[in-house]
């Protein structure tokens, strides 16, 4: 069965826009990645929106729920902004019948130095394998149930609670 991607924005999916100076968003970054990782899973893409997460309010985070409870796959992917990835995985934690992951990155992928590509691996094997349906998040090489991590912002990295 395919994985269904759905795309949010955040850093994963900018890109430095020369003219501007600007960071700005890349309707085409997962196509790159996917590209770069030499993906070969069976993958349904869907944009949702291009939105910085901290942009995102519960009228946003009702359209991911409803697109993850409309789609027929139950393995999903979201490409997520960091900063409020685990309130949006809240949002999602009474599907049951689905794996979710949540995954994005510290530094754009389009960067030198991104985790964007290690992160997305980290949430394809992890839906490659038996993983019990729930709500996860891959972030430094972790996987994180959502309700057992937090951003911590001074390190620059994901952490589990206890």
Do not use: W
Request: charged letters at 20%; a negative charge; aromatic letters at 8%.
């Amino acid at each position: 069965m395919s994985i269904q991607i759905f795309i949010i924005g955040g850093t994963i999916a900018k890109k430095y826009d020369e003219i501007s100076g600007n960071l700005v968003f890349d309707s085409d970054h997962l196509g790159k990645m996917l590209t770069q990782g030499r993906c070969t899973a069976d993958v349904i893409i869907e944009t949702l929106m291009l939105k910085d997460s901290l942009d995102m309010d519960d009228v946003d985070r009702e359209i991911i729920y409803q697109s993850c409870l409309s789609t027929e796959a139950d393995k999903i992917l979201i490409t997520h902004g960091t900063d409020t990835m685990v309130e949006t995985a809240a949002k999602l934690s009474d599907i049951s019948d689905k794996t979710i992951i949540l995954t994005g990155a510290m530094i754009p992928f389009s960067c030198k130095n991104s985790d964007a590509l290690f992160n997305t691996g980290t949430a394809f094997g992890a839906l490659a394998g038996n993983l019990p349906h729930g709500i996860y998040l891959a972030m430094n090489g972790q996987l994180f149930l959502y309700n057992n991590v937090y951003k911590d912002k001074e390190r620059g990295e994901f952490c589990a609670l206890s």
